[in-house]
Nanobody, 115 residues
Framework: QVQLVESGGGLVQPGGALRLSCAASGITFSICRMAWYRQAPGKQRELVAG???????DYADSVKDRFTISRDNAKNTVYLQMNSLKPEDTAAYYC?????????WGRGTQVTVSS
């Protein structure tokens, strides 16, 4: 059974930082492309960042230079370090795993950026 379990969300003030984690099980983690998506109320789900099995990252323009995606294949875990958070970063954040596309999704973790 595939499980992707996100953690690390919460309430943070503008300009603050959070680190999201996603622990994967039931998949061959090392060959998967991992990614983080987010969905804000009333908005479409969007890709935030992805990382290939070789560790090559890509980012949405809106988070470049603020967010960093990384992975630890020994721990089957992918991370999203989020710095300089803005109110518009408020959303539910979802971890995904797949080969050519996201085949598996976590349940999400809420990030709220507010003063």
């Amino acid at each position: 059974q595939v499980q992707l379990v996100e953690s690390g969300g919460g309430l943070v003030q503008p300009g603050g930082a959070l680190r999201l984690s996603c622990a994967a099980s039931g998949i061959t983690f090392s060959i998967c492309r991992m990614a983080w998506y987010r969905q804000a109320p009333g908005k479409q789900r969007e890709l935030v960042a992805g990382i290939t099995s070789d560790g090559i990252p890509d980012y949405a323009d809106s988070v470049k230079d603020r967010f960093t995606i990384s992975r630890d294949n020994a721990k089957n875990t992918v991370y999203l370090q989020m710095n300089s958070l803005k109110p518009e970063d408020t959303a539910a954040y979802y971890c995904t795993a797949g080969i050519l596309k996201p085949n598996y999704w976590g349940r999400g973790t809420q990030v709220t950026v507010s003063s």
